[in-house]
């Protein structure tokens, strides 16, 4: 369903339950930095109702997953820990295109929003399929389909929204990137990392 090129090795899950602070921090920080892109959506083209209402869903819905996140945080005598750099993120940033036409730039930040959450919730399977903690293994899977969800949405609006771009063959240039970027990734206790 998600079409990415390249999975992530199972063993990732055990670096992840190595620290899980660290995961568990940083996953509430991905949460919060979700919410914050749905909402610069809205800004941005806050002319389409469905939209408007749409991003405002997964704003809210995102900013609930922080606090379930860090419920489990302090549940676990845990510290939420500084924000951190996401090196992933900011590499799909880079390759979002940014000039051409107002259109241009949305349908590829709603392509950029669908690819965060593709490889979000490809992370959480793994993770919840691998951890040993079965608690977090339950949690993970409950976001895994809340964040096959936003992806889906964020490719329907694209979609929806593109006045010349052809989505379909954009996407694929997105996959085809993020799957040699994330040849780099997987040797942290990070979402990403």
Not at 37 to 65: P, W
Not at 111 to 130: H, P
Not at 168 to 185: A, M, S, T
Request: proline share 1%.
């Amino acid at each position: 369903m998600l079409g990415l090129k390249l999975l992530t090795d199972p063993r990732w899950a055990n670096i992840a339950e190595g620290n899980l602070e660290e995961i568990l921090t940083d996953h509430a920080w991905c949460e919060q930095k979700a919410a914050t892109n749905a909402i610069t959506i809205i800004t941005y083209n806050s002319e389409h109702e469905d939209l408007v209402t749409s991003m405002n869903e997964i704003a809210i819905e995102e900013m609930q997953h922080f606090q379930m996140v860090h419920d489990i945080i302090k549940e676990r005598g845990y510290t939420l820990g500084r924000e951190r750099k996401d090196d992933y993120v900011n590499q799909l940033y880079k390759f979002m295109k940014k000039d051409g036409s107002r259109n241009d730039a949305f349908i590829d930040r709603l392509l950029f929003a669908a690819m965060i959450e593709a490889r979000s919730c490809e992370r959480f399977r793994v993770l919840s399929e691998n951890i040993k903690d079965e608690e977090l293994a339950k949690f993970y899977r409950e976001l895994m389909i809340s964040e096959a969800g936003h992806y889906t949405t964020f490719l329907k609006f694209a979609k929806k929204y593109t006045e010349r771009t052809d989505v379909d063959k954009r996407w694929k240039e997105w996959l085809d990137f993020e799957g040699e970027l994330i040849q780099n990734y997987g040797k942290k206790e990070t979402v990403h990392g």
